[in-house]
């Protein structure tokens, strides 16, 4: 697309992401961490398109947000216990948990590892995006692979303007860590990255 991406405040209604997401457009949207990039994860084609925007290498699984704990049965193939006292601890917040994937989710999101990294976000608005669409969503950083990652929508706009459809504009964030990960499709929790949580809390 040639022209810019609709901009919409994050306080606002976010009916009409629902058109351009369903269509498998990309929308870049706040959270408490840094600007993510959505598409529908259940659309091949657009996760795709969303790791060429990027250049993110296809090995690289893409995590997801949830805007509710119920969105959890759409993306994973079980519950561990580690995994619940985890979500029951750190939900919402900024804890990526790896866990065994749905059958639905497609190989492109999970890089052909059979395991999916999913949040709650502690962010309000990256929730109610979430469940205003219905779907979980890709929470890649919005930023070309090894570039600084946005914290504005000034920001996202130098990298993605004229490749995004739509932009939700929640104006300067803080630009923490990013989210701890942890994989629990073990027999014990493993940690993927350190982040804003700190592992001797987890561990």
């Known amino acids: ?16 992401a629902i058109e351009i997401f369903m269509a498998g457009g990309i929308i870049a949207y706040p959270t408490e961490t840094f600007y993510g990039l959505c598409v529908n994860p259940f659309n091949a084609d657009a996760v795709q ?13 893409m995590p997801l947000i949830i805007g509710g704990i119920s969105m959890i049965r759409f993306v994973a193939k ?11 601890r750190f939900w919402p917040g900024p804890l990526t ?11 492109s ?7 999916i990294g999913v949040r709650l976000p502690g962010c309000p608005n990256a ?7 219905g779907f979980p969503i890709t929470s890649t950083s919005a930023n070309p692979s090894g570039e600084k990652p946005a914290v504005s929508a000034e920001e996202v706009l130098e990298y993605f303007n004229g490749s995004i459809g739509l932009l939700i504009d929640g ?17 014990k929790l493993l940690l993927i990255r350190e982040g804003e949580i700190p592992s001797s809390g987890i561990f």
Do not use: H, W
């Not at 079980?78 to 029951?88: I, N």
């Not at 999101?109 to 395991?115: E, F, I, R, S």
């Open 127 to 133: 929730r109610r995006f979430s469940n205003t669409l």
């Open 97 to 107: 948990i790896v866990l065994k994937a749905a059958d639905l989710i497609p190989a």
């Open 171 to 187: 104006g300067s964030l803080e630009g923490k860590k990013g989210s701890t990960i942890v994989d629990a499709t073990g027999e």
């Open 49 to 61: 398109a969303l790791y060429r925007l990027k250049g993110r290498p296809s090995s690289s699984p």
């Open 78 to 88: 079980e519950l561990p216990p580690q995994a619940l006292k985890l979500m029951k």
């Open 109 to 115: 999101v999970t890089a052909g590892t059979g395991t």
């Open 1 to 16: 697309m040639d022209d810019g991406p609709l901009i919409i405040d994050a306080d606002a209604d976010y009916t009409p």
